[in-house]
């Protein structure tokens, strides 16, 4: 009866945390497209990407970006998951996403945690702060996918769970990036191959058989872009990532920052759970062996608990000193010999860190609950005269709270967060998906140049400023501008003359644009590093651009998200006086033609 008691508390748990999971996802029910989603890397490109490649599912090239780029200058994260855009519904496959990839995150966390602790609650906890987490969609399984991928190695290196670890490794190739991620997963993968072989600790069959699925996937689904970065193929294109200029940061704060803050995208807040967890481990140390089986902690029922921590520990060690390296001046040394190569992220190692940290959090619960079980003497451990049961009390209190401000910690920085802010005060400032792709008025822009000219889409080339372009393109106009890590180096220089005059008045720009370029926008010195420009009293007092090089690479019309006051003496038409807006949009568009 206690077992059957315990197992119906176990599926309580279980599907409240998923419940909890899914709550998250209610306000882009109740807000629809006046949701709010973190759109660098995410709405400025990643769905740009998805969108197009659906769109072009079969061809070699995307018409609609810069001028006609190929199309390995979007590549989408998460392949599969193009055929979620095919309908051309952005905000619904989003949403889908983000709900379907937090899910899986707690239930891979959940079974991880549970395979190594043997206990429910520690592995709820985990999973839904794991599920919360705020890793954008956009990725796939990248970060989200990797604690059950972990946990079918495991299972699969004890001969258990093969075919189901085989299909979940296609899954999740297909679901994320050879580029951001896979690399990654590969390489560690590997090394835990070759360790296991040289132990001889568990089957090393299985464990080849998925790292032969997830690279026959990655193979197959990255070829033309294997291809190009390699400089094999037909008509292939030298990146402009060659003429990346790379500067390098100290080896010791490198290390420091990518061990306890994490990389790009995979903030965890892990730094403060971590010391509750290391005081577990450092404290066992004290444990005298136990009489009754003279075994030691290693070989303990808490053995597990402890080399859990520490190889979770050791690989994210492992991952800050890859990351310092690669951005330390000797890293910067050689990529700056490997032309397009050296513009590879080995520091996206740290993408695997979350799912590791999140493992040792679950554990040190475990430890903890184990600890105080021992102090009511509930198990046969001993404690040593330098763990009083006030000491043990006090500890447990201290795990209690480290947790509590995770999960505070964790909560204030999800997307949950500026969604139920914008439920609370719809007048809420941060950008929503209806305000980022100026919905509503870019459609009126489209339909009044039909009106105006009789032309389609296709036959006119846009650019745009102080608005980000991925809204013109999200609308399905032709652009010349766009956010790209690997377009054409030759387009670049022909972009650059159009917006020559205007670096020449800010370093800044001048380097962002020269020694980086991603994004080939039109960048203004009078509001640098503003791509997304609410309507308002600001306007360019004197912007200056090339207008017979951008005549040269086909463009017709230009739109400002702010009044240009010199439109004439650069040689523009200004088609309208009155700007296109709606009563709630963010942005106000002025249309000039060339």
Known sequence: MRSLAQKKLNDFLFWAGALAVLLAALPYVLLGQDAIFTYHDQLDGEVIAYLLQAKHLFDENLPEFLGGAAKTALVPPAPACVLLFLGGNAFRALVFMQITESLTG???????VKRQTKRVLPAVITAVLYGYLPFLPVYG??????????????????????KTALLYAGVFALNSSLVLVGFAVLGTLALWICWNAVRKNGKTVPLLEMEGVLLFCYIAENISLITQTLGVGKGTEVSHKSDYILSAESFGTGFLKALFRGGQHSEDYHSVFLWAAAAGVIWLWRRKKSKETGKTVANSRIGTLVITMGVSFGFNVLFALTAALWNAQPGVFLRSHLQ???????DRFLWLAPCFWYLILGCAMALWAELWQAQKGQTSLKFSRFLKPFCASILLLAMVFAVSLTG????LGSHLKPNVQKLRNPGYAAISFNDYYGVGVLSRVEDFLWEQTGQTQEEYRVVSLGIDPAAALYHGFYCLDGYSNNYSLEYKRAFRRIIAPELEKSDYLKDYFDQWGNRCY??????????TIEKGGFFFADYSLDKEALKEMGGDYLFSAAYIANWEELGLTLLREEPFATEDSYYQIYVYGL
């Open 106 to 112: 707690y239930v891979g966390m959940y079974l991880l």
């Open 141 to 162: 399984l990248a970060q989200y996918g990797l604690p059950l991928l972990l946990y079918l190695v495991l299972e699969a290196a004890e001969g258990r769970k093969k």
């Open 340 to 346: 397009a190569l050296g513009a590879f992220q080995l």
């Open 408 to 411: 505070v910690q964790v909560l």
């Open 522 to 531: 039109l960048l203004s010195a009078e509001c640098p590093g503003y791509y």
